[in-house]
């Protein structure tokens, strides 16, 4: 697409097909399970975002907004009766996008997506401050070693997807972490499902399914007590059900 190489799983099925968007640091993989456990009847796309699993990052920059871009138009090519969507962490995100957007998905199952902020931020901690400050200090300094400081300094104060991640991907991380995507989420009016695992570390139930569920009007909660970020692995079989009964459901 545009001389950029993406790759899926499919798995064969009738139409329309479920699309599921993977988290950050993850890749269609993440959901080798939910493929293999769910009865549905249904076609099953799992995209490799750009940047992660078999897709090459192309020339960069991504955001939530050019990725939903990117996958309304891979999928005008293989669906002309709509789709389903499941959308998982930073795929929650982008989610968020297509479902709020037209032509949009019919309904969209949030697990524990990104992107919705909570109200009150708490004031950044002393490790943040520290970070802020000796990136400042170093940033006048010439490369290599300037380089090589911030590097060093990233790896000592950055979180560990931040570490993980590509150079190339970096700014998109940034970019997610601070956006907040609550006023384009009120403007979902398909059915949606949230599911939250109760022991999640990562984005607690408390304040993010709860906001999620109240800012989208359409929305159901349903929360799996003995999950953490990843319900569909730590629950497998369980949230197989509830999906294949959600994408089963008339709408």
């Known amino acids: 697409m545009d001389g950029l190489s993406v790759s899926w799983l499919d798995r064969p099925g009738e139409d329309p097909p479920i699309v599921l ?69 930073y795929g929650g995100a982008i989610a968020m996008r297509l479902a709020a957007g037209a032509p949009g998905p019919d309904r969209v199952l949030f697990c524990a997506p990104s992107g919705i902020r909570p109200e009150a931020q708490a004031a950044p901690g002393i490790r943040v401050r520290t970070y802020r400050a000796l990136r400042t200090l170093t940033r006048p300094l010439p490369d290599p070693v300037g380089a090589r400081a911030q590097e060093l300094l990233i790896q000592r ?8 991640a590509a150079p190339a991907l970096r700014p998109t991380l940034v970019a997610a972490v601070g956006e907040d995507l609550s006023e384009i989420a009120s403007e979902i009016s398909i059915p949606a499902l949230i599911i939250w695992g109760a022991q999640d570390q990562e984005l607690p139930l408390r304040p993010h399914a709860e906001r999620l569920r109240a800012i989208v009007s359409t929305s159901e909660l349903v929360v799996l007590e003995n999950s953490g970020h990843f319900p569909f692995a730590d629950e497998a079989v369980r949230f197989a059900v509830i999906f294949d009964s959600f994408m089963a459901a008339e709408v």
């Not at 993850?26 to 456990?37: D, K, N, P, V, W």
């Not at 995209?47 to 991504?62: A, K, T």
């Not at 104060?157 to 993980?164: E, L, T, V």
């Open 157 to 164: 104060f950055g979180s560990p997807d931040y570490r993980a």
């Open 21 to 89: 968007l993977h988290g950050w640091g993850a890749s269609a993989a993440t959901f080798a399970g939910l493929l293999r456990l769910s009865r549905t009847r249904r076609r099953m796309l799992a995209l490799d975002l750009p940047g992660f699993g078999e897709s090459p990052l192309g020339q960069g920059g991504w955001t939530t907004a050019s990725y939903a871009s990117l996958v309304s138009r891979w999928l005008a090519d293989r669906t002309r009766d709509g789709y389903s969507l499941l959308g998982h962490s």
